[in-house]
């Protein structure tokens, strides 16, 4: 059985999360007592109904609870089940804006007396060892609905168990920079078609954009190298047994120049036969 934990920061997104996982197959869960959770796996082994996904929310909301986390992972290791651990991060202003907007309490907010900010720093104390140990994270400080649900389908609609995801992002600058990102190239070097008035309304997808883009010999100096140093390094991650890799390339909009890129990347890296993602962060910012 495919198994997969989903925890992080109230307020990132792990609702959203769940809600995608369920629409590509998943039997779901979710608040789910650490403790319980061997006996739950256990209980839907033994049904008669055929599940062959599973995952399930677990989370700070369980109050002291949450405490069993490790153990809760240490039985499930003694049945011998597989299991991954999604987490689900975002920056402490996004999520303060969050909780403005929605005005959601906090699960920790009696322990520090109703401050969503402390309640916060709290939190992220409490899930470090766990977020340490996760073997996908994702930042949603920035991310869409539609684009949280686009990287969670395309993360786990195949089997995770066959080899290393690496994921191909393009992101502006101007923005913030992705915090999930295990190598992050900027591109801000390259020739910028956003200066040329038919190419500025376009994007990295478009031909002509693409094109000026690719036709420079700096560029063509730049990809080289990019795409040497990304076949040499992925083996090495896989070896340590990394489950993701997250490669970010930045320009300054992340409309054209990092579009252009990730895109190309991507490409090469499904050519060598590799479990590739690619999403454009900040393509549709104005």
């Keep these: ?18 809600n995608a996982l369920e629409d590509i197959g998943f039997f779901c ?4 007592p650490p403790k319980l959770v061997s006996k739950v796996v256990e209980l839907c082994l033994q049904s008669n109904d055929s599940i ?21 992972l240490e039985d499930l290791k003694q049945q011998g089940c597989e299991y991954k651990i999604l987490f689900l991060n975002c920056q402490d202003v996004v999520l303060e804006n969050r909780y403005k907007e929605t005005r959601r309490r906090h699960p920790l907010a009696d322990e520090t007396n109703g401050s969503v900010e402390r309640a916060i720093e709290r939190e992220r104390e409490l ?64 020739p910028n078609p956003f200066y040329i008035d038919e190419l500025k309304h376009k994007t990295g997808l478009d031909a002509p954009v693409r094109d000026y883009v ?17 076949d040499y390094m992925i083996p ?14 930045g320009c300054t909009g992340g409309k054209h120049r990092s579009v252009t890129i990730a895109d190309l990347l991507c490409q090469h890296l499904l050519d060598k036969g590799r479990r590739v993602t690619v999403n454009h962060r900040d393509i549709n910012k104005r």
Excluded at 153 to 170: A, Q
Excluded at 236 to 249: D, F, H, P, R, T
């Design 1 to 18: 059985m495919e198994f997969v934990i989903v925890t992080g920061l109230s307020g990132a997104g792990k609702s959203r999360a769940i």
């Design 127 to 190: 899930l470090h060892p766990i977020y340490e140990r996760a073997d996908y994270t994702i930042d949603t400080s920035y991310l869409s609905p539609a684009q949280l649900k686009e990287r969670i389908t395309n993360l786990f609609l195949g089997d995770v168990s066959k080899g290393m995801v690496i994921h191909c992002m393009s992101f502006g600058f101007k923005y913030g920079i992705p915090n999930e990102a295990d190598l992050m190239f900027d591109v801000r070097c390259l």
């Design 214 to 230: 690719l036709e420079w010999d700096s560029t063509k100096g730049f990809v080289k190298r990019l795409l040497d140093m990304v």
């Design 52 to 72: 062959s996904k599973m995952a399930m929310v677990i989370d700070t909301r369980g109050g002291t609870l949450f405490n069993g986390f490790f153990e809760g």
């Design 236 to 249: 090495l991650y896989a070896n340590e047994g990394k489950s993701q890799l997250v490669i970010a390339i």
């Design 29 to 32: 869960m979710d608040n789910i």
